[in-house]
């Protein structure tokens, strides 16, 4: 204990991340708790700014509308949340995001003589895809039976893995994990925050006494997934050329750059939930 007070004192922004931590994790917990409405705004919230930021990770190279993208989002979530949104109808509606992409695109160049069609139409889909739907899944999850046990062994096998990844890596690393992505990653880093996570499936299992296959599964698929999660949002960052993808959360950037191994995790725990519901 003493030992972590004078880490913690001499690394001043390790102890603003960590409080930083310590409010996402009251606030997201809480929000599963009580689950309805509150889940449904914090998700929203979430969702929205994390998709402005990855629009403006890719503003500098393409044309996309910021607006039908956020627009569109925003549809996809309220619709979850009201309960009209099924999976089928968020692909359809996907779809149609795409297509009002590429119609744009064709006003554009009637206009201007220039468009940027396949560009505008997959950052747009993408942008969806990669942020949106995953936050809707844990909408979804956590409106049906046992959705708040699997959301909150979703999120604290996400968050053990990142803390014992870094401090495994911090302490432990020598080998080189993706160094041209995330030069600061380490094999010894990703097997320890994998097996962190693994361990916290099966703890989650005791304390809600629930088979233990499912939610190990998950520990073991969050810790690995999340990781390759975390190196897909520093590719992001890396063509875009910025160190983070905002500055909301002092000490750890964006909510992307917090988030990012949510997103993977998250749409890998509603494909869980289905298969054991």
Partial sequence: ???????????????????????????VIGGIILGGVYWSAIVTLIAMM??????????????ASQTLMLLSGLFLL????????????MLCSISAVAFIALFLEVLKHQVSGESNAVASMGTTVAGIAYVVLPWSFMILIRSRELGAMFLITLFLCTWSCDVAAYFVGSHLGKNLLCSRVSPRKTWEGFIGGAAASLMCGGLMALIFSFPPIP??????????AGQLGDLGESVLKREAGVKDTGAIIPGHGGLLDRFDSILVNGTIAFVI?????
């Avoid at 994390?50 to 044309?63: A, D, P």
């Avoid at 979850?80 to 999976?87: C, E, K």
């Fill in 50 to 63: 994390s998709l402005h930021e990855f629009y403006k990770l890719q503003s500098e190279r393409i044309s």
């Fill in 273 to 277: 939930f289905e298969l054991v519901g």
């Fill in 215 to 224: 939610l190990l599964l998950m520990g073991l698929i969050c810790g690995i």
């Fill in 78 to 89: 309220l619709g979850t949340a009201f309960g009209f949104m099924s999976v089928p109808v």
């Fill in 1 to 27: 204990m003493e030992k972590l007070k004078e880490f913690l004192t001499s690394s001043p922004d390790l102890k603003i991340r960590a409080l930083s931590s310590i409010f996402i994790v009251v606030i």
